[in-house]
Nanobody
Framework: QVQLVESGGGLVQAGGSLRLSCAASGRTFNSYFMGWFRQAPGKEREFVAA????????SYSDSVKGRFTISRDNAKNTVYLQMNSLKPEDTAVYYCAGSSTGWSVGDFRSWGQGTQVTVSS
């Protein structure tokens, strides 16, 4: 498994931008599907975005499509989530996750500790 550490969260006004980073340890990072999930207070964790090991295929939830972009740099063992046009409803703890088997939600077995994103109105 890979170990994951997120960074880049913070407080931003509605309409602003943030970029989250997720640094992975382990020599097999470039064979992992990577994803971002989020959990708002009182709600279940939900899928945000995922990217294939090569970066050639990406998937987004409808709620972030067109505003968020997931990318990865395999040379740096890092995956990113660029978040633009942020809304108060994007407020949540954001988690980075890795999967060696596929990118269905249940495939993600490696998780980071999470980083808080707060969007003020």
């Amino acid at each position: 498994q890979v170990q994951l550490v997120e960074s880049g969260g913070g407080l931003v006004q509605a309409g602003g931008s943030l970029r989250l980073s997720c640094a992975a340890s382990g020599r097999t990072f470039n064979s992992y599907f990577m994803g971002w999930f989020r959990q708002a207070p009182g709600k279940e964790r939900e899928f945000v975005a995922a990217i294939s090991w090569s970066g050639s295929t990406r998937s987004y939830s409808d709620s972030v499509k067109g505003r968020f972009t997931i990318s990865r740099d395999n040379a740096k063992n890092t995956v990113y989530l660029q978040m633009n046009s942020l809304k108060p409803e994007d407020t949540a703890v954001y988690y980075c996750a890795g999967s060696s088997t596929g990118w269905s939600v249940g495939d993600f077995r490696s998780w980071g500790q999470g980083t808080q994103v707060t969007v003020s109105s």
